[in-house]
């Protein structure tokens, strides 16, 4: 994330769970599925809304089940959230209903902002988003009036080409409602895997070393080459949405896959397997056979995360120990032996070695060492061991130094990068519409009972019991349209692929959008899906396509 976001650091929530939903007067959940996707913060903000009288917002185009704890649903049209927080934004103007005393003290670029948000006048954006007006007036006063007041999200905003877009308009809101470096306020992405968060503290993107530091900058160059043995490149990397079509350009020949099922989760499933194809080489490290595997030539077999020990990072930057209870079967090794194995081979062979590293570089013998390197190597994590963790299980990042208690809540008192900027931000519409060829428009994500490509969950028997298929949303009103009484096996089809499925008839969904997940190969939204990417963090925008349906008997 850049611009704005950037001073909310790596886009970790700035507040805690517990904080949330023990001090906030009212929530806006936007483009979050939270009752299905993040099932332990979704029970909490429920006993928060049941116990405390929490007023809860939630702007979701679908009637998920959190909706039934929500005080009011919005239902905007797909990708039109820009236009629904300016709205918002127009009317707390309006009122004078906005934190003068934050605006003037902790940010910048006000002024042009608020003409920016003359644009967006509540007519306009209800014709838009076709949320009535009454309602964007009714939401407004509860966000602006019942403060602290919390924002969370997931990838129903940032799965969009606006994506990036969408996270800086929300923290304008915040902004502009003083909500920020305050308990119970915040920008809280919910984010999703057990350690993405980690991942990306670990540098696991393609511009910085761990702990955010940027490849670019000399003196971290220096400072990683001398402990890893090896010389840096100072070029920022390419994004995984970046690397596949990179195939077929010829910038990218080889690929090392961890954990990843790129012919599941990633758009256009039709256009990966070509890119699969045509590479070059591809290694996979994987627990399980994939839809991938076929288009792998190395397969190093990874251990799954009962069978090792580490740290995971949640979506609250804390770090967390995980301790290895079975043993691993067969050949397979922990990921982190594998790495550092591949690591010593190329540094061996290549050019890239430099002298004197402190240790024997990647001769590791636990992954207590490994986090005692990250320690010494990154500030954010300078305080934390595995000796710490085995006692302290709250403890939330930036750690300073070994005393240091951790940081529950992110800049309090000031930001990053000292003011808060305020942002002008404009809608945008998406890549791609419903149109006379493909007149509905397909939405996607998951379901409780599975797990992205399903590779583990479609193990899992007692999970098959429950769902054991791919099932389609279809609304009433369009189930009738297409004929769909009695018979209900749809087919899917976009300018990229096509599916079949058993159709899931329920207003859910509003009439012209249909809901797919990605659990099954066999009919997977992924076929559908197109690879339109946010300009910024190339986010494929998975929320949005074209689609036409048709009844099958
Ligand atoms: N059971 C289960 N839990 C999971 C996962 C899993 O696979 N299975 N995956 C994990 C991962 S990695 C992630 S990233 C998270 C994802 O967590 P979420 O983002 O909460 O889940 P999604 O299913 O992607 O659904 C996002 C919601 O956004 C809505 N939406 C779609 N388009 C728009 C729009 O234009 N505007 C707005 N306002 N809303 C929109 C959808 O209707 C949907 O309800 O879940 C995590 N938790
Ligand atoms: N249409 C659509 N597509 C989407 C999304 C969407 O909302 N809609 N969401 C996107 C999002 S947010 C995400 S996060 C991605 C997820 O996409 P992926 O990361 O590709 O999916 P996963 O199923 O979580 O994990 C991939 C593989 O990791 C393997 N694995 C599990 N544990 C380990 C381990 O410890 N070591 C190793 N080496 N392998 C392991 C599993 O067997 C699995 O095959 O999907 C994206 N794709
Ligand atoms: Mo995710």
Known sequence: MAGLAASYGSGAMTNTMQDVVSNAKSMLIIGSNTTEQHPVFGTMIRQAVLKRGVKLIVADPRKIDITEFATLHLRPKSGTDILLINGLMYIILEKGWEDKEFIANRTEGFDEFRASIEQYPPQ?????????????????EILATQKPMAVMWAMGITQHIVGVRNVMDLANLQMLLGNIGVPGGGVNPLRGQNNVQGACDMGGLPNVYPGYQNVAAEAAQEKFATAWGASMSPTVGMTVTEMMPGIQEGKTRLLYIVGED????????????????????????????????????????????????????????????????????????????????????VLSSGDRQVAAAPHSAWDYTSTAQVMDELAALTPSYAGVSHARLETDTGLHWPVKDAQHPGTPILHVGQFTRGKGKFTP?????????????????????????????????????????????????????????????????????????????????????????????????????????????????????????????????
């Open 124 to 140: 306009k954006v209800s014709e838009l988003t076709r949320i009535p007006v009454e309602k964007l007036y009714e939401a407004a």
């Open 262 to 345: 790129p012919v599941m989760s990633d758009p256009n499933s039709n256009h990966i397997r070509e890119c699969l194809e045509e590479c070059e080489m591809v290694i996979l490290q994987e627990i399980f056979p994939t839809e991938t595997l076929p288009y792998a030539d190395i397969v190093l077999p990874g251990v799954s995360f009962a069978e090792k020990s580490g740290t995971f990072t949640n979506t609250e930057r804390r770090i967390q120990l995980v301790r290895k209870a079975i043993p691993a079967p067969g050949e397979a090794r922990e990921d982190w032996q594998i790495v550092a194995d591949l690591a010593r081979r």
């Open 425 to 553: 931000i404009d809608y945008v519409p998406p890549a791609e519409l419903p149109d006379d060829a493909y007149p509905m428009l397909l939405n996607t994500g998951r379901v409780l009972y599975h797990w992205h490509g399903g590779e583990m969950t479609r193990r899992t028997q007692g999970l098959m019991k429950i769902y054991d298929e791919a099932k389609i949303e279809v609304n009433p009103e369009d189930a009738e349209k297409l004929g769909l009484n009695g018979k209900r096996r749809v087919r899917v089809s976009s300018r990229r692929g096509s599916i079949e499925a058993e159709a899931w008839i329920t207003d859910r969904v509003p009439p012209g959008m249909v809901f797919s997940n990605f659990h099954f190969p066999e009919a997977s939204a992924n076929e559908l899906t197109i690879d339109a990417l946010d300009p910024v963090a190339k986010i494929p925008a998975y929320k949005i396509c074209a689609v036409r349906v048709e009844a099958l008997n």
